[in-house]
């Protein structure tokens, strides 16, 4: 039974992960990670390429909607820093580090998570002022009610950025979890990826409405077609980034189940042993012996050598 119990435990523990709602949807969508260090491409010629390669894979057979970001869910965060927001005045013991990730234009659109407010990034956002969109749990805290949009944060301390930078807010968007599955979403703040003719993501996401799988040969010539000395350094899907995280839960779950019905399976032996000794030993109580009522059938049924 304790085993019985405990499997019964962990299994239900990765079914409650399995169906956590991490503000995203997990299904059908393929991830392409390139590598733009050895492409030998300038800054300027690598964000055009990328925007290219971008219409290129939006307009293919099978695909709904195609984005780029840094980082993807369940990959930690592409930089973290401080938020210095307009009209609230923290405390500096409740200073904490904020998530910061890099997205392209339709990349909520891609994955699934909910606009709430405001608008999403475009192209265009690359020739006006620094632009942002903030998740709800970053707008909860730092506006309480209060409309976002059009108020302004800077940045400061940020991971690879030495100056401050001040955005405008343009948009909220769902919380969505970058980190740990099983820890709450953090506060996340979202940048253009293209921007001062830059990229800062190097992940394309893809959407299908088929097997995500069966489109990795397309997207590969594509590829090629587009950054040909660019090197792919990984293709998986978002289903299969989730499962990878889940391995240890995975694991505990089978473990514990099959010593669940190992258990089972000995005290189910044990106990049919258990009562063929009890019935072997009062069978005499029972009635006449299997063997003696044999051997009287017999003597029954023999003929009389006097007839």
Same mark, same amino acid.
């Given at each position: 039974?304790?085993?019985?119990?405990?499997?019964?435990?962990?299994?239900?523990n990765?079914?409650?992960? /399995? &169906?956590?709602d991490?503000?995203?949807?997990?299904? &059908?969508?393929?991830? *392409?990670?390139? =590598?733009?260090?050895?492409?030998? !491409? #300038?800054d300027?010629?690598?964000?055009?390429?990328? @925007?290219?390669?971008?219409d290129?894979?939006?307009?293919?057979?099978?695909v709904?909607?195609?984005? $780029?970001?840094a980082?993807?869910? +369940?990959?930690?965060?592409?930089?973290s820093?401080?938020?210095?927001? /307009?009209? %609230?005045?923290?405390?500096?013991?409740?200073?904490?580090?904020?998530?910061?990730?890099?997205?392209?234009?339709?990349?909520?659109?891609?994955?699934?998570?909910?606009?709430?407010?405001?608008?999403?990034f475009?192209?265009?956002?690359?020739?006006?002022s620094? *632009?942002?969109?903030?998740?709800?749990? +970053?707008?909860? !805290? %730092?506006?309480?009610?209060?409309?976002?949009?059009?108020?302004? $944060?800077?940045?400061?301390?940020?991971?690879?950025?030495? /100056?401050?930078?001040? !955005?405008?807010?343009?948009? $909220?968007?769902?919380?969505?979890n970058?980190?740990?599955?099983?820890? #709450?979403?953090?506060?996340?703040?979202?940048?253009?990826?293209?921007?001062?003719g +830059?990229?800062?993501?190097?992940t394309?996401?893809?959407?299908?409405?088929?097997?995500?799988?069966?489109?990795?040969? =397309? *997207?590969?010539?594509?590829?090629?077609?587009?950054?040909?000395?660019?090197?792919?350094?990984?293709?998986t899907?978002l289903? =299969? @980034?989730?499962? *990878?995280?889940?391995?240890p /839960?995975r694991?505990?779950?089978?473990?514990?189940g099959?010593?669940?019905?190992?258990?089972?399976?000995?005290?189910?032996?044990?106990?049919?042993? +258990?009562?063929?000794?009890?019935?072997?030993?009062?069978? #005499?109580?029972?009635?006449i012996?299997?063997?003696?009522?044999?051997?009287r059938?017999?003597?029954?049924?023999s003929?009389?050598?006097?007839?």
């Open positions: 039974m304790v085993l019985l119990s405990a499997a019964g435990l962990f299994i239900a990765l079914s409650n992960l /399995e &169906h956590t991490l503000g995203f949807r997990r299904d &059908h969508v393929l991830l *392409v990670t390139l =590598d733009p260090s050895r492409s030998g !491409y #300038s300027e010629r690598l964000s055009r390429a990328y @925007q290219e390669l971008l290129r894979l939006a307009t293919m057979p099978g709904r909607s195609a984005s $780029v970001g980082p993807t869910p +369940l990959q930690g965060a592409g930089a820093g401080f938020a210095t927001v /307009e009209g %609230y005045q923290e405390r500096p013991e409740d200073r904490r580090w904020i998530s910061i990730a890099h997205v392209a234009p339709r990349y909520f659109e891609t994955l699934g998570t909910p606009l709430l407010a405001g608008r999403g475009s192209f265009e956002d690359q020739a006006r620094l *632009v942002a969109i903030i998740s709800r749990t +970053l707008a909860g !805290y %730092y506006f309480a009610g209060r409309n976002p949009i059009g108020r302004r $944060v800077t940045l400061d301390t940020v991971t690879g950025v030495r /100056e401050p930078r001040t !955005y405008e807010i343009v948009g $909220v968007v769902a919380d969505a970058y980190f740990e599955i099983r820890e #709450s979403a953090r506060r996340t703040i979202y940048l253009p990826a293209f921007h001062d +830059l990229v800062d993501a190097q394309f996401l893809i959407r299908t409405d088929i097997a995500p799988e069966s489109l990795a040969g =397309d *997207v590969r010539r594509a590829i090629r077609g587009v950054v040909p000395t660019m090197p792919v350094t990984r293709i899907t289903n =299969d @980034q989730i499962d *990878v995280s889940l391995v /839960e694991l505990i779950a089978m473990l514990s099959a010593f669940g019905a190992l258990g089972s399976l000995l005290v189910a032996i044990g106990i049919y042993g +258990l009562l063929a000794y009890t019935l072997a030993r009062r069978i #005499s109580e029972i009635g012996p299997f063997g003696e009522n044999i051997r059938t017999s003597e029954c049924a003929p009389d050598p006097g007839l």
